[in-house]
């Protein structure tokens, strides 16, 4: 590089640094550039900018899919994340498909991070930013951006006794995490290796800080609250390359958003902390598979089982989900905690016992299947092996030791969406009165598809502070009274480039069908939200559906942390005002 084009680059980055704090009133462009466009930076400012992260700059690239070995691979969520070319979903029908943003920046401290900000505000760089890349729309995905990407970024420290900055609280048990952490990580070091808990998702390879700014449930958030209730303090880089430390006593307002108000919106998180729980002495797991022989008894099993949960599963012990769908089939797939195998199956009897009564009507209820097992060994692959089915090992020559993934969410590697769609349910239906509302809603929209009722993603029977905690998140208020979160979906995929691309006709089918359904399910609870991390991306009214009347002060603090929009992503606080692309700002 030449000295010429060296000292250009560092008057950009240092012109970017001084750009101004919150709120400055530098206007805002009316588009980002392009690669090899005009104003697209020169060779010389990005080797500035390779200089300034210790060399830590890359152009990313996506795998040769031609390759059988990689193709293989790509089946691991592992190993696409450890792709700076690729991201956990393939791309959503006829809105967005994966593809490598120009340069990326592989952070391993939050100065490497603030560069990266400072660098892509000065030159007007669309920005985006990847820590696990789960996201189903596509936020940690812009070709010709410049990514931030944290997944080095892997330190995890549990503390005994941990006190926000600047805050008087009495200290609490908690573990602070880097931004490139999957909750795996963190499980590791919490459960397996403290002994305790913390609240976080059930998939191991997801992303901690996306999943914690869109709210962020678990297997048990039931009983502990949502992601994002349980954090205590972050570390984020804003918009003016300030790196801040946050929380309820410094900065409160950018503080609260980050704790559900949405990823990619208000900075860039390098660390957060989070509170740990007393660990349970069980963990466990339900399933049972019952078919209905005829629609009619389809409906009386649909409506036995709402009475089942209302007075018997609507509690703290009992999370995950079941499905239900046109093949007049009731799949449990249900998990608790704190109970031991034998209570949880007397739980379910009576279930079992109302199938039993109608041998004619229905089968597979002698199927039912509940175990408990030390909750400390739920995360310890070595011993979850034992269990035929429930993982899949990650088996890469040098991958770290405890490497897995439930089995059962290998499907969603590489997915590529045709639908996918998310309301929450008001605990008002499971009342004796308007149960046969919520029955006929659902089993009409069983005619159209199949779908899941994720009861640990409503908060209705949590302990009241769970409820609490949880109130005082960005997460839409609705998530406080809903019993359960009910998602349906279609995909397809993998469809990564060079690929295939879905055949447009049955994609188009299965999305019109998947409308369908929500749309015969919604007549028992109109105007209900819908969850931000699992919703669709053509969401109407997306601001009211992710945050209610939260939205309002949201904006606010985007427009005090982010007034030119450096951190914009598809249906994102404040991306109103931006094309669906994020290049262009609406006039």
Same mark, same amino acid.
């Given at each position: 590089?030449?000295?010429?084009?060296?000292?250009?680059?560092?008057?950009? !980055?240092? =012109?970017?640094? /001084?750009?101004?704090?919150?709120?400055?009133?530098?206007?805002?462009? !009316?588009?980002?550039?392009?690669?090899?466009?005009?104003?697209?930076?020169?060779?010389?400012?990005?080797?500035?900018?390779?200089?300034?992260?210790?060399?830590?700059?890359?152009?990313?690239? %996506?795998?040769?899919?031609?390759?059988?070995?990689?193709?293989?691979?790509?089946?691991?969520?592992?190993?696409?994340?450890?792709?700076?070319?690729?991201?956990?979903?393939?791309?959503?029908? @006829?809105?967005?498909?994966?593809?490598?943003?120009?340069?990326?920046?592989?952070?391993? #401290? =939050?100065?490497?991070?603030?560069?990266?900000?400072?660098?892509?505000?000065?030159?007007?760089?669309?920005?985006?930013?990847?820590?696990?890349?789960?996201?189903?729309?596509?936020?940690?995905?812009?070709?010709?951006?410049?990514?931030?990407?944290?997944?080095?970024?892997?330190?995890?420290?549990?503390?005994?006794?941990?006190?926000?900055?600047?805050?008087?609280?009495?200290?609490?048990?908690?573990?602070?995490?880097?931004?490139?952490?999957?909750?795996?990580?963190?499980?590791?070091?919490?459960?397996?290796?403290?002994?305790?808990?913390?609240?976080?998702?059930?998939?191991?390879?997801?992303?901690?800080?996306?999943?914690?700014?869109?709210?962020?449930?678990?297997?048990?958030?039931?009983?502990?609250?949502?992601?994002?209730?349980?954090?205590? @303090? $972050?570390?984020?880089?804003? %918009?003016?390359?300030?790196?801040?430390?946050?929380?309820?006593? +410094?900065?409160? @307002?950018?503080?609260?958003?980050?704790?559900?108000?949405?990823?990619?919106?208000?900075?860039?998180?390098?660390?957060?902390?989070?509170?740990?729980?007393?660990?349970?002495?069980?963990?466990? &797991?339900?399933?049972?598979?019952?078919?209905?022989? #005829?629609?009619?008894?389809?409906? +009386?099993?649909?409506? +036995?089982?709402?009475?089942?949960? $209302?007075?018997?599963?609507?509690?703290?012990?009992?999370?995950?989900?079941?499905?239900?769908?046109?093949?007049?089939?009731?799949?449990?797939?249900?998990?608790?905690?704190?109970?031991?195998? =034998?209570?949880?199956?007397?739980?379910?009897?009576?279930?079992?016992?109302?199938?039993?009564?109608?041998?004619?009507?229905?089968?597979?209820?002698?199927?039912?299947?509940?175990?408990?097992?030390?909750?400390?060994?739920?995360?310890?692959?070595?011993?979850?092996?034992?269990?035929?089915?429930?993982?899949?090992?990650?088996?890469?020559?040098?991958?770290?030791?405890?490497?897995?993934?439930?089995?059962?969410?290998?499907?969603?590697?590489?997915?590529?969406?045709?639908?996918?769609?998310?309301?929450?349910?008001?605990?008002?239906?499971?009342?004796?009165?308007?149960? $046969?509302?919520?029955?006929?809603?659902?089993?009409?929209?069983?005619?159209?598809?199949?779908?899941?009722?994720?009861?640990?993603?409503?908060?209705?029977?949590?302990?009241? @502070?769970?409820?609490?905690?949880?109130?005082?998140?960005?997460?839409?208020?609705?998530?406080?009274?809903?019993? $359960?979160?009910?998602?349906?979906?279609?995909?397809?995929?993998? =469809?990564?480039?060079?690929?295939?691309?879905?055949?447009?006709?049955?994609? /188009?089918?299965?999305?019109?069908?998947?409308? /369908?359904?929500?749309?015969?399910? +919604? &007549?028992?609870?109109?105007?209900?939200?819908?969850?931000?991390?699992?919703?669709?991306?053509?969401?109407?009214?997306?601001?009211?559906?992710?945050?209610?009347?939260?939205?309002?002060?949201?904006?606010?603090?985007?427009?005090?942390?982010?007034?030119?929009? !450096?951190?914009?992503?598809?249906?994102?606080?404040?991306?109103?005002?931006?094309?669906?692309?994020?290049?262009?700002?609406?006039?």
């Amino acid at each position: 590089m030449t000295r010429r084009h060296f000292l250009g680059a560092s008057l950009a !980055l240092a =012109a970017g640094a /001084a750009l101004g704090g919150p709120g400055a009133a530098a206007a805002a462009p !009316l588009s980002r550039v392009r690669s090899g466009g005009p104003g697209w930076p020169r060779e010389g400012d990005w080797d500035g900018l390779k200089q300034a992260v210790g060399g830590r700059l890359i152009r990313p690239v %996506a795998p040769d899919v031609s390759d059988p070995a990689v193709r293989v691979l790509m089946k691991n969520p592992f190993y696409v994340g450890d792709q700076p070319g690729l991201t956990q979903s393939s791309g959503w029908f @006829e809105a967005w498909r994966s593809s490598p943003s120009a340069y990326a920046v592989v952070a391993e #401290s =939050a100065a490497d991070v603030a560069q990266a900000v400072r660098f892509a505000r000065a030159h007007n760089l669309r920005l985006v930013v990847r820590g696990g890349g789960h996201s189903y729309l596509g936020a940690s995905n812009a070709p010709d951006s410049l990514m931030v990407w944290t997944r080095k970024m892997r330190q995890v420290q549990v503390h005994e006794a941990f006190t926000p900055q600047g805050s008087k609280a009495a200290p609490v048990p908690a573990v602070s995490v880097g931004a490139g952490c999957i909750w795996l990580d963190a499980y590791k070091a919490v459960t397996n290796g403290a002994g305790r808990y913390v609240q976080g998702g059930g998939c191991t390879t997801v992303g901690i800080a996306g999943l914690v700014q869109g709210g962020g449930f678990g297997s048990h958030s039931k009983a502990f609250g949502t992601g994002a209730a349980g954090l205590l @303090e $972050a570390e984020v880089v804003t %918009a003016d390359g300030k790196v801040r430390v946050v929380n309820q006593a +410094r900065e409160p @307002e950018l503080f609260w958003a980050l704790k559900g108000g949405g990823g990619g919106t208000y900075g860039v998180i390098t660390r957060l902390t989070l509170a740990t729980h007393p660990l349970p002495q069980t963990f466990g &797991a339900v399933r049972m598979s019952i078919h209905a022989r #005829s629609d009619e008894a389809y409906r +009386r099993l649909l409506a +036995r089982f709402v009475e089942l949960y $209302a007075t018997s599963l609507h509690n703290p012990h009992w999370g995950e989900q079941v499905h239900a769908g046109p093949s007049n089939r009731l799949d449990v797939e249900m998990v608790f905690q704190g109970l031991t195998g =034998a209570e949880a199956r007397a739980a379910w009897a009576p279930l079992v016992a109302f199938a039993d009564a109608s041998p004619g009507d229905y089968e597979g209820q002698r199927s039912l299947l509940a175990l408990d097992l030390p909750a400390r060994k739920f995360w310890d692959a070595t011993f979850m092996k034992n269990a035929p089915g429930a993982i899949t090992q990650d088996q890469r020559p040098g991958a770290p030791a405890g490497n897995f993934w439930w089995t059962g969410d290998g499907d969603q590697v590489g997915a590529y969406w045709n639908a996918y769609t998310s309301v929450w349910l008001p605990d008002s239906l499971l009342r004796p009165e308007n149960r $046969a509302k919520l029955v006929d809603a659902w089993f009409a929209a069983t005619r159209q598809w199949s779908m899941g009722f994720h009861f640990n993603k409503g908060l209705s029977g949590a302990p009241p @502070e769970a409820i609490a905690a949880s109130r005082d998140t960005a997460t839409n208020p609705q998530v406080l009274d809903a019993f $359960a979160l009910v998602i349906i979906a279609s995909a397809s995929g993998p =469809a990564y480039a060079g690929m295939p691309l879905p055949n447009p006709q049955p994609a /188009a089918v299965s999305r019109s069908r998947v409308q /369908a359904a929500m749309t015969a399910l +919604r &007549a028992c609870a109109p105007g209900a939200g819908s969850y931000v991390n699992e919703t669709d991306y053509f969401q109407a009214d997306w601001q009211r559906a992710f945050w209610g009347g939260n939205y309002a002060r949201l904006l606010r603090v985007k427009r005090r942390y982010d007034p030119q929009g !450096l951190f914009t992503v598809h249906h994102g606080v404040g991306s109103e005002g931006w094309s669906a692309d994020g290049f262009t700002r609406r006039a």
